[in-house]
Nanobody, 117 residues
Framework: QVQLVESGGGLVQPGGSLRLSCAAS????????MGWYRQAPGKQRELVAGISAGGRTNYEDSVKGRFAISRDIPRKTVYLQMNSLKPEDTAVYYC???????????WGQGTQVTVSS
């Protein structure tokens, strides 16, 4: 079983920055396809950024150039660096992991990001 714990959310002004962390346990993260999702009130959960087991990254169009997903394999942690934050980035952000083998799908508990002046 993979366990995921997010941290780093909070309140930030527009234009500010936050770094979210997702600490994984139970496996080596190089065996996981991982992503950051977000869900705003009344909205569907959406993929913001993903990083494959091989290290390839992809981003939702609205965050390209502002957000960066990365991983620290020895620390078993995936990060989401968020810069130039906008009010529309406000949401609960969730870490997701899918092992490259099998059908398992794991979620963290979420961390709130609020962008407001």
């Amino acid at each position: 079983q993979v366990q995921l714990v997010e941290s780093g959310g909070g309140l930030v002004q527009p234009g500010g920055s936050l770094r979210l962390s997702c600490a994984a346990s139970g496996t080596i993260i190089s065996f996981l396809n991982m992503g950051w999702y977000r869900q705003a009130p009344g909205k569907q959960r959406e993929l913001v950024a993903g990083i494959s087991a091989g290290g390839r990254t992809n981003y939702e169009d609205s965050v390209k150039g502002r957000f960066a997903i990365s991983r620290d394999i020895p620390r078993k942690t995936v990060y989401l660096q968020m810069n130039s934050l906008k009010p529309e980035d406000t949401a609960v952000y969730y870490c997701n992991a899918k092992p490259v083998t099998g059908t398992s799908n794991y979620w963290g508990q979420g961390t709130q990001v609020t962008v407001s002046s």
